[in-house]
Structures are given as structure tokens and as C-alpha cells.
């Protein structure tokens, strides 16, 4: 009986033993980890410095200036090129009215003031497309 209680003891002891071996090689490889993403941490941090240098430098506002004279060709407005709210026409009094244009693409709708006249039709007129220069889907 001594020696099978003597057994049971040594390998509950050699269980202990693995368990306790286990334990530690995953606790030593979390803390790798652990160190590894610390790491990943404080490099993401001195990337943030950095960008925010950066950043406070591309948004100085004589910088963005000199830089908006030179590629935009911008020029100050003068007085002369300023309308006066007597220039203005006045505001129509009808309510706006949701219309589609003849040639317009379904889900393509503009707004429009419609007069208020009792059973007429109003003229829609479709908008001229503005030719600046840029490709549009349509253009492809």
C-alpha cells in the first residue's frame, strides 16, 4: 500500500512539476508580447509627434498662402466686382416646387420656383453644364 501511495505521489508531483513548467513558458511568452506591443505603442507615438510637426508645419497660413498666389492665380476682389443687395433680384413669393428635367437621368432632380398659375403647365428649362475643364463620368 506504501509503495502505490508512494507512486500516486510522485507522479501527482511530475503532474505539478509539467503544469507548473507550463505556466511559467506562457507567462515569460505574454510577456514578450506584452513588451513587443509596448513597443509598437511608443513608435506609434513618436510617428504621431512627427506628423503633428508636420502637419503644423503644412498648415501655415503664409505658407498655404504663398502657396494659393502661386498655383490658384487668386487676386483680391476689388470693389467694383461687389454687388449691392439693391442689385439683387427680389425673392419670389411662390413656394419651391421638386421638377425633373426632360433629359435628366432618373434620381436626377432639381429644384425650381414654379409661378403660381392655376392649371398651367410651367416651361422647365434644363441647366447649361458648366465647362471647367474637369472629366465627368459622362466625358469617359
Known amino acids: 500500500m506504501t509503495r502505490f501511495l508512494n507512486f500516486i505521489i510522485v507522479v ?3 503532474l505539478i512539476c ?4 507550463n505556466i511559467t513558458h506562457e507567462a515569460q511568452e505574454k510577456e514578450a508580447e506584452l513588451r513587443r506591443i509596448e ?3 511608443e513608435a506609434e507615438r513618436r510617428a504621431i509627434l512627427v506628423l503633428r510637426a508636420e502637419w503644423s508645419h503644412l498648415s501655415q497660413p503664409a505658407r498655404i498662402q504663398k502657396l494659393a498666389g502661386i498655383h490658384l492665380g487668386l487676386a483680391p476682389v476689388s470693389a467694383s466686382t461687389i454687388a449691392s443687395f439693391s442689385d439683387l433680384r427680389d425673392r419670389p413669393a411662390d413656394p419651391v416646387m421638386i421638377a425633373r428635367l426632360p433629359d435628366a437621368a432618373p434620381g436626377n432632380q432639381v429644384a425650381m420656383a414654379l409661378p403660381d398659375t392655376a392649371g398651367e403647365e410651367a416651361p422647365v428649362t ?13 466625358a469617359e
Open 39 to 41: 513597443e509598437a505603442i
Open 126 to 138: 434644363p441647366r447649361p453644364k458648366p465647362d471647367r475643364g474637369v472629366m465627368t463620368a459622362e
Open 18 to 21: 509539467f503544469g507548473l513548467y
Open 12 to 14: 501527482i508531483t511530475g
